[in-house]
């Protein structure tokens, strides 16, 4: 008696089981499974192809760098986007994996604010070229954009895509979209069409918003009507300007849309969360990019 007034007293009692809630439940667990495995699936083969898998904090280490890089092969991912202090670091770890002439190493130059001098982006990008990266991510001058300072962007951007074309490298313009307005996305995507950049770019990811599909549309419309300008260097064919969506892009699926809008090009830092086993369950990093 006293064993069951320690226990509450009275017998015991047991809930009824309901074996068709079991099996209702049971089988909500593996759709939810199913529905993670198809959703890692449709990011590696519709999503993975397109990424610049992109590390930029402060931060990161070489093991950081290294890491990024075996994920790019695991996950068949186009580029691995770092800091120019980390493009050795990539290079020599994509070369020592066999791997460095299938992933290719991107730098970023005049990151993030692109209010560096025209001199120093080029030189920032002529290091990077000569340390491994054989694509360049430079920053525009968002200040002389807003000041419409067309002749100082135009040389700006123009002196880093011939650091670019001379050593055969790609080079993208980042426009910083969230702080410029549609005549400012669409002056500045024509301007780097002009001298013969081979993508314009949503975002940093650093500012104060990223890619949007409305941005990625207005932009693809922008150098896909180019063929109505005459390029600076007229001894070589205007190729088609690609477009490269970047900054706070949060799902495989918002990646996704953004292809649907005309990006050929993702930059993200969760594109490893999106390919791994059950990737939906996985939280993006707070300071993802």
């Not at 226990?7 to 667990?29: F, H, N």
């Not at 209010?115 to 290091?127: G, R």
């Not at 081979?198 to 918003?209: A, E, I, P």
Request: include cysteine; hydrophobic fraction near 45%; aromatic fraction near 4%.
């Amino acid at each position: 008696a006293g064993v069951l007034a320690a226990a509450g007293g009275g017998a015991a009692s047991c809930a009824p089981i309901d074996p068709r809630a079991e099996a209702a439940a049971s089988a909500q667990a593996s759709l939810s499974k199913v529905a993670d495995m198809i959703d890692t699936l449709k990011a590696r083969v519709m999503v993975a192809p397109y990424v610049d898998h992109t590390l930029l904090k402060p931060e990161a280490t070489p093991e950081d760098v290294q890491r990024l890089c075996t994920e790019a092969i695991q996950y068949g991912f186009q580029a691995v986007c770092v800091n120019g202090s980390n493009v050795r670091t990539a290079y020599e770890t994509l070369k020592a994996l066999g791997a460095h002439q299938r992933v290719k190493v991107c730098a970023v130059v005049g990151f993030p604010l692109g209010a560096t001098t025209t001199a120093v982006k080029s030189f920032e990008a002529m290091q990077a070229i000569e340390e491994g990266a054989c694509e360049i991510d430079m920053v525009v001058n968002v200040g002389r954009v807003k000041a419409q300072d067309w002749d100082y962007v135009l040389r700006d951007i123009g002196a880093v895509v011939g650091v670019c074309k001379n050593a055969g490298v790609a080079c993208k313009v980042i426009l910083e979209t969230s702080l410029l307005n549609d005549e400012e996305k669409k002056a500045v995507s024509k301007l780097s069409a002009l001298v013969g950049a081979d993508f314009v770019k949503t975002s940093t990811g650093f500012s104060s918003g990223g890619a949007t599909v409305a941005d990625v549309k207005l932009m693809y419309s922008s150098v896909r009507t180019i063929g109505e300008i005459v390029p600076l260097d007229q001894s070589k064919p205007q190729a088609h300007v690609q477009v490269k969506a970047s900054g706070g892009i949060q799902t495989a699926s918002e990646a996704e849309e953004m292809l649907r809008s005309g990006a050929t090009r993702i930059g993200t830092s969760r594109a490893a969360q999106w390919c791994a086993p059950s990737a939906s369950q996985q939280p993006a990093a707070a300071n993802a990019y």
